[in-house]
């Protein structure tokens, strides 16, 4: 591992706006500060906080804070903030906050905060407060609150609201909120406080409030408020407190 006293011992190694490390770990304690210049070919990164153009890395970056124009790594590890356009690692990424203008992508996140203006895709999304996003995709998404001006997919969803302008698609989908989407669509249950969505299918549909929605398809449908829809069809039973209904169909 190479050991750097100071950020000058840095930028004495600059060539052409970068640094090739060749491969090396680095080590420093202290703050890296290399504006408009890219950390190309490095290894292991360690350092109190790092602010650069790029940052490549086949190995892992633990920083308190991270802040670049595009980040690859294999892990990424931040006791604060990662902050970049586009944040891509083949293995975590850990931080009390992810902002990215672009994409997130890893195989498991975790923060306190998790926002992109693109997509964030991983196998496991956990977030303590909030998880926005273009479109989300994950095996498993656990947040407080989930919005995506497009899609949400996983296998399983919990959050105290989910919101989505596009269509929201898991196996079993669970909030003690309210969920709103255009279609929302689950293999096994769905419940939430309230639901609201244009298309909603599921075996099981559960609701301490009110359902409302164009079409309605499920085994069972149970609501403490009121169900509205134009068309619903079920295999089992409907429970509400008032159904509105222009179409139902009970086999």
Known sequence: ???????????????????????????????????????????YIKALNIKADNITTTHNIMADNIKAHNIMAHNID????????????????TAYSIKATGNIKADHIEAHNIDATGYIKA????????????NITADHIEAYSIKATGNIKAD????????????????????????????????????ADHITADHIMAAHI?????????????????????????NIKVAGYIKALNIKVQSININ
Do not use: Q
Request: glycine content about 6%; aromatic content about 6%.
């Open 123 to 134: 196998h496991n999304i956990d977030a303590d407060s909030s998880i926005k996003a273009h």
């Open 156 to 191: 399983n969803i919990e959050a105290d609201s989910i919101k989505a302008t596009g269509y929201i698609k898991a196996d079993n989908i669970t909030t003690t909120g309210n969920i709103e989407a255009h279609s929302i669509t689950a293999t096994w249950d769905i419940k």
């Open 1 to 43: 591992m190479t050991t750097f006293k100071n950020n000058n011992e840095l930028l004495a190694l600059v060539k052409d706006n970068e640094i090739d490390f060749g491969g090396a770990d680095i080590h420093c304690d202290f703050d890296i500060k290399l504006p408009n210049v890219s950390m190309v070919n490095v290894g």
């Open 78 to 93: 931040a006791t604060g903030y990662i902050k970049a356009d586009n944040i891509t690692t083949t293995g975590n990424i």
């Open 206 to 230: 559960k609701a301490t409030g009110n359902i409302k929605a164009y079409n309605i398809e499920a085994h069972t449908i149970d609501a403490t408020g009121n169900i509205t829809a134009r």
